[in-house]
Every structure is written in C-alpha cells, then in structure tokens.
C-alpha cells in the first residue's frame, strides 16, 4: 500500500473513529470537549503529509502519476490492431483499383508511441498479374502510406 493509500485510509479511520465517538457519547457538556478533541486529530491527521512535502521536490505528477505505469499489453493490443486495420485498408484499396484477392502483411514497430512502417510484404499469387503492374502495385502501396522509404515486397 502505497503512502498515499495509507494517509487516506487513516482519514477514514479517524473520521469513522469520530462517528462512533459522537454517537456513543451522552448528550452533554464533555461530548461538546471530546467532538473538539477528535476534530484536532482529525486535522493533524488530514496535516500530516504536509511537512513530507515541503521537504522535497513538490511536483503535482509525482504526487498523482508516481505508481501508474503502462500496460504493456493494451499497448501491444492496439499496435497490432492498428497493423491489422492498415492491412485491411491497404488490401480494400488494391481491390478497388482491380487488384483482388492481394493479401498484405505489414511488419512495423513503434517508435515513440507511433507506428512505424518498416516493410509492406504483398502476395498477387492469386491476382494473376504480370511482371510490368508489379511496379505499379509497389507506387500504389508507398502513395497509400503515404512513405516512399517503405519497403513493398511482392511475391506469388
């Protein structure tokens, strides 16, 4: 549990603390002294962190972000959905200009949290296509993405 957990957990208490104290006690002048009481240690408790932070660097994202960390899992989850959306894009785009039935394999990696295309790999083994629309296939693949350092491989 982490210092922060921990400080709001002893706020809960001592409020919790001060209920059961309220609703205990008798109605009189020492319930009046004793709600006083507990409402001081209430305020030192909420106080209590205070001199920690004043003591070292006080930035509000150590305080907020200090434990939160990615999860490397969703990251890879929506990298290869995006590869798998691109893939399917690229094959639609293919079919419209008369290219049925190509099938495209992207291989890409992520540099700073974006995806980069490192080669277009493409199968025409079904598309019957001859040796001169292969070129043509490879243009229209580094205008779809928009990238001519792309590497498109044809292959079928």
Not at 7 to 20: E, K, N, R
Not at 45 to 56: R, T
Not at 76 to 95: A, G, P, R
Not at 123 to 130: A, D, I, P, Q
Request: charged share 25%; net charge positive.
């Amino acid at each position: 549990m982490n210092s922060i957990s921990k400080w709001i957990m002893s706020i809960v208490g001592a409020a919790a603390l001060l209920l059961l104290v309220d609703i205990i006690m008798p109605e009189g002048g020492t319930k009046k002294y004793i709600r006083s009481v507990m409402s001081i240690i209430t305020l030192f408790i909420i106080l209590s962190p205070l001199p920690g932070l004043l003591n070292k660097d006080w930035r509000i994202d150590n305080l907020l972000f200090d434990t939160i960390k990615p999860d490397n899992r969703i990251v890879d989850t929506v990298y290869n959905q995006q590869i798998s959306l691109l893939e399917e894009s690229l094959e639609n785009k293919l079919s419209e200009e008369g290219y049925k039935n190509a099938q495209i394999n992207i291989t890409g990696y992520q540099k700073d949290k974006v995806l980069k295309i490192k080669a277009v790999s493409v199968n025409v083994s079904k598309c019957g296509l001859t040796q001169s629309e292969y070129e043509k296939i490879k243009q229209k693949i580094k205008t779809y993405l928009d990238d001519n350092n792309v590497m498109v491989i044809l292959y079928g």
